[in-house]
């Protein structure tokens, strides 16, 4: 029986760390195609490692490297990733069945774990973390915004049930470096759509994040972890609320 091509498209920028997982978790793809954003580091040579298919090209934004990256693929369907990310055994075997079987959407959500310090973060709103990745060839694109980009589907979504094993940041450091960056990017695309903020949404916005985390989501279930991660969370919410409010009043 033959079934569909598969095709990993992987954008990545400076991740010597976590690429080798990324990669080595889709070894047994048809194609995977490497996207590097001018990396510093080791990321290409690790990327060649595994595959010729590595281009480096000026970053452009989220949607703008993923969606480059879906034009280089060639397979009937399309993997994306981050190179954080990896490929549970699980998930494996259910995308080789859907390639064998016959796919009855042209889309496919898949369940995400978040991993912190370690350990999946299974409450507060991080879990399922449902991720559109997977879609026909031609099917799918990464709508353009300047932070968490989102892909759409031309026809019918379904859901698989493996996950997607995600892991986010390195460390406290890490996430406070990041959220400096999306935070910016977010406050920006905000005042663009119009939005404002004022001296109570200081207060009242990341005190809401806080609580929705950690007790309405359950956060508290996942210990010290999810304690860290709700007042984390909720200082980015404070940070890009201080930014919108910075940028209302220049």
């Known amino acids: 029986m033959t079934r569909g091509r598969l095709s990993v498209v992987v954008i990545a920028w400076n991740e010597e760390e976590r690429l080798r997982d990324c990669l080595g978790s889709v070894g047994w793809a048809d194609e995977v195609v490497v996207v590097d954003a001018e990396s510093g580091d080791k990321t290409v040579q690790i990327a ?6 590595v281009l480096i090209r ?22 994306s990733l981050d190179a954080d990310e990896e490929v549970s055994p699980e998930l494996r075997e259910e995308i080789v069945a859907l390639l064998l079987g016959g796919a009855a959407h042209d ?9 912190f310090w370690g350990a999946w973060v299974r409450h507060g709103r991080l879990y399922p973390d449902w991720q559109l990745r997977l879609f026909r060839r031609g099917h799918g694109r990464f709508v353009p915004r300047a932070v968490h980009e989102s892909a759409q589907v031309d026809g019918p979504v379904g859901r698989l049930r493996s996950p997607l094993l995600h892991r986010s940041y390195r460390d406290v450091s890490d996430f406070l470096e990041r959220m400096n960056r999306y935070s910016s990017l977010a406050a920006e695309e905000a005042v663009r759509a119009g939005q404002r903020a004022s001296v109570r949404d200081l207060v009242l916005r990341p005190l809401g994040r806080f609580v929705s985390m950690y007790l309405v989501s359950g956060g508290c279930l996942d210990g010290w972890r999810g304690f860290l991660l709700a007042v984390l969370y909720s200082y980015y919410v404070f940070i890009r609320t201080a930014k919108i409010w910075e940028r209302m009043t220049r």
């Open 58 to 79: 000026p970053w452009g934004g989220f949607a703008d490297q993923k969606n480059f990256a879906l034009g280089q693929a060639s397979g009937d369907w399309v993997l």
């Open 107 to 115: 889309g496919y959500a898949i369940p995400r774990r978040n991993l």
């Open 48 to 53: 060649r490692e595994f595959t010729d298919h």
